[in-house]
């Protein structure tokens, strides 16, 4: 009985004994350790400052943090898109986004709301929570960074392009949807407003611009 | 590496995003906590995938088309923000309260902070006229 005991436990123990532990770290986690906490320090700095457009520059340094963990866990591809999605054009369009709304360049005292402290509170309690969780469930479990590279382009395109392709070609359809609804949305008013009525009067079966006119008239 | 690493900076990332948004005034600072969510998301979803070395890398594709989709909620979402700027002269997200329910969730939060160029359209849009000019400019 004492036996089968310490068999059914064993398991764990062999798998905490044969790898090694948070005392002996590789150089990969020595740099994955320190890089990501360059990036939760830019994120913080990002979620509190009071100068907007550093907050957006900050949030460059987090998002470069990020594609180099993901080079770290041998990612190469997901890596360069972070770099070339996010740094590249999310960035600079939140950037253009705080200039047209006029966003005050320095300090803005106003950029918290008066929840803060419970959005404070709220932040801590899940962090706690999810940490005392993650750090419970995989303090056994290592990652095998060995052998080859599992992210590198030529991976990501054959399983992308052999098992993910309806997917894919949905995602394109999505973002050309979302490209018509922004360009729609973000559309001025009062510039379109005498072309759209021009063709209201002269096809009075179109339904587009019909939906679409006594909408930005009232603008 | 550790399985942890990844989970431990993932779970601190989302709630700093968390935090970002629920503390956030400015409309285009709760996007850029929003990118900080999804940017976690990502990070868990790469270090499991490197971890379980799934056939199919689910993680990796997952991530790839996570991405694509905050690039266009990025879009859709600095465009709605546009358009409350052009209507409201105010990207407080506090102050979009079209859709309260109550009278005193009505009154806005005055703050003697703000900029005059920038406070007289929108106490002109907003504050006299209430809900139904509020509603026109909306509709």
């Keep these: ?219 | 590496m550790h399985l942890a690493y990844p989970a431990v900076l993932a779970a601190l990332l989302f709630c700093t995003g968390l935090y970002g948004v629920l503390a956030r005034r400015n409309a285009i600072l709760v996007l850029m906590s929003v990118e900080l969510m999804l940017n976690a998301v990502n990070l868990n979803l790469v270090a499991f995938d490197v971890w379980l070395r799934d056939a199919l890398h689910s993680g990796q594709a997952l991530t790839l088309f996570t991405i694509a989709i905050a690039a266009a909620e990025i879009g859709i979402g600095l465009a709605i923000v546009l358009a409350v700027y052009r209507n409201r002269a105010s990207s407080d997200i506090d102050r979009l309260r079209d859709t309260a329910e109550t009278d005193e969730a009505e009154e806005l939060p005055d703050d003697p902070d703000d900029e005059s160029d920038a406070e007289a359209p929108e106490d002109q849009a907003t504050a006299p006229a209430g809900k139904a000019k509020k509603a026109e400019a909306t509709a």
């Design chain 1, 1 to 219: 009985m004492i036996a089968t005991g310490v068999a059914s436990l064993d398991p764990a123990l062999a798998a905490a004994a044969s790898h090694p532990g948070f005392l002996s770290p590789t150089g990969v986690e020595i740099a994955f350790v320190l890089v990501g906490i360059a990036t939760l320090g830019a994120a913080l700095v990002t979620v509190t400052t009071r100068q907007l457009v550093h907050a957006a520059l900050w949030l460059i340094v987090a998002l470069g943090g990020l594609a180099v963990e993901y080079l770290l866990l041998t990612a190469e591809f997901i890596a360069w898109v972070q770099v070339l999605i996010y740094v590249g054009s999310v960035v600079v369009l939140l950037l253009f986004g705080l200039m047209l709304t006029r966003a005050p360049i320095g300090r803005s005292p106003d950029a918290d709301s008066e929840n803060r402290w419970t959005a404070l509170a709220v932040a801590v309690a899940a962090a706690g929570t999810l940490v005392w969780v993650v750090v419970d469930a995989f303090r056994t479990t290592w990652i095998e960074l060995d052998g080859p590279a599992q992210g590198s382009t030529e991976a990501t395109g054959s399983f992308l392009f052999r098992h993910w392709v309806l997917p894919f070609e949905a995602l394109s359809v999505l973002l050309l949807a979302a490209l018509v609804g922004a360009i729609v949305l973000s559309r001025r008013g009062r510039e379109t407003a005498p072309g759209a009525t021009a063709p209201r009067a002269s096809a009075p079966g179109a339904n587009a611009p019909r939906a679409t006119a006594p909408r930005e008239d009232k603008r």
